[in-house]
């Protein structure tokens, strides 16, 4: 029996060689890379971690915690294998109302595989904005996602968990790790495989640049990409750097396609350059469009976090703006801090609204360079901060109206009076 099986009390991976059978627990070795890999990108920073179930998998989870030195807690159904898990590895017993919330929670049960998840504490155990690993990778039900979002927590399926047991295994079998693309799904058919995402242009409710947190809403305008997979190697045609980069990203996030290459068709009927958050849009549905093709289900939040990335590193946006690209895919009024991507809350939009949008017919000017002007304003717009966070939206709309016009020099005095007389 090999150490990493020895570690967990179980092996998941058995090697026959003549008369030897060589056992392993290729669960350890995927769940340590992973945490390893949350770590050096500050997605999790190693000090505490909460684990669902007692089977096999979930050891292996409470292991890989404990040996990178994180407070491991662990949640069970049945009593005794909890207890038997806190003797045997030295972590705490996770307790309803009383159990301290964990940034990052490894779900290791068989829910989501036709079983329902009602009784599992993810909701209570997940901090808000963090990030749950479910080992289910293909859940017949979306019980935990909705868990997530309710948390504003990234969701992460047992996809990628499974290749690196993949390549680990590869690596016990045949001496040596795979080739860099030999673990990855290769999407099936001869020609063109299509992925589809949506996302649509927002209003704000309050600017980001003013304090660093913002809100918007979406409006009923949009942008459809289409990403297919060319496996002649054709050559890709000039995407633009905004959408190269979203699609950059999605590749570095979640894997190359095994062969061939991305082709992309963005449709929009956004106007471009006039503040409805036509490149958000354009990011996350892009975005988007590649992890369907690439087969994976990132949750909203997830997009709007990479989606604002993607506008801070090409420079299209400041602050990133998350409210704009998370509005663009969720429902309701959203309140984001976007200095630290967090998402803080979603309010309804009242019963009744509408939307009319004035375009000038002059390009806005891109948010990174306005940086400057809207500081002068912040202690003015600290009043529509506390307005959005506790549902005031009307006030914090009229009120990031007027503060927006005097900052960019702006004059909507008739703008005004029309909306009044009619």
Not at 95 to 121: E, M, N, Q
Not at 163 to 168: F, R, T
Not at 209 to 224: D, R, S
Not at 254 to 276: A, K, N, T, Y
């Amino acid at each position: 029996m090999e150490r990493s099986a020895e570690t967990v009390g179980s092996a998941n991976t058995l090697t026959f060689r003549g008369s030897e059978v060589r056992a392993d627990n290729t669960d350890l070795t995927a769940v340590r890379r992973r945490l390893d890999e949350l770590r050096a990108t500050d997605a999790w920073g190693g000090e505490r971690l909460g684990v669902v179930g007692t089977g096999g998998a979930a050891r292996s989870a409470v292991a890989a915690g404990r040996d990178l030195g994180a407070r491991v807690a662990v949640w069970g159904r049945h009593t005794e294998a909890v207890e038997r898990i806190v003797r045997e590895f030295g972590v705490e017993r996770w307790t309803r109302g009383s159990g301290a919330a964990c940034p990052l929670v490894v779900h290791a049960t068989p829910v989501g595989r036709g079983i329902p998840g009602d009784g599992l504490p993810i909701r209570e155990m997940l901090a808000s904005s963090g990030h749950l690993i479910d080992f289910v990778y293909a859940a017949s039900d979306r019980t935990l996602q909705y868990a997530a979002v309710a948390r504003h927590a990234t969701y992460e399926s047992g996809l990628r968990l499974l290749l690196y047991q993949a390549a680990a295994s590869y690596e016990i079998w045949w001496g040596s790790p795979p080739r860099p693309r030999a673990h990855r799904v290769d999407l099936p058919g001869g020609g063109t495989v299509r992925g589809i995402g949506r996302a649509r242009g927002a209003m704000t409710f309050l600017n980001a640049l003013f304090t660093g947190v913002g809100a918007a809403a979406a409006l009923p305008i949009g942008v459809e990409v289409r990403a297919g997979l060319r496996v002649d190697e054709a050559p890709r045609p000039d995407l633009g750097p905004l959408v190269a980069r979203a699609v950059e990203t999605a590749v570095g996030e979640w894997g190359p396609p095994g062969r061939g290459s991305i082709q992309i068709e963005v449709r929009s009927d956004i106007p471009p350059g006039q503040g409805l958050k036509s490149s958000s849009a354009v990011a996350s549905a892009t975005l988007a469009a590649v992890a369907d093709l690439l087969g994976v289900e990132p949750t909203p939040f997830e997009i709007a976090r990479l989606s604002a990335r993607v506008g801070r590193e090409e420079g299209v946006s400041a602050t990133g703006a998350l409210d704009d690209a998370l509005a663009g895919l969720v429902d309701g009024v959203v309140v984001t801090d976007n200095r630290d991507d967090r998402w803080i809350g979603t309010h309804p939009v009242p019963d009744g609204w509408g939307a009319v949008m004035f375009t000038p017919g002059r390009p806005h000017p891109p948010s990174p360079t306005l940086r400057d002007r809207f500081a002068r304003y912040r202690s003015m717009a600290e009043p529509i901060e506390a307005w959005v966070r506790k549902g005031d939206l009307l006030a914090a709309l009229t009120a990031n109206g007027e503060l927006v016009e005097a900052a960019m020099g702006y004059d909507y005095a008739a703008l005004r009076n029309a909306l009044r007389d009619s």
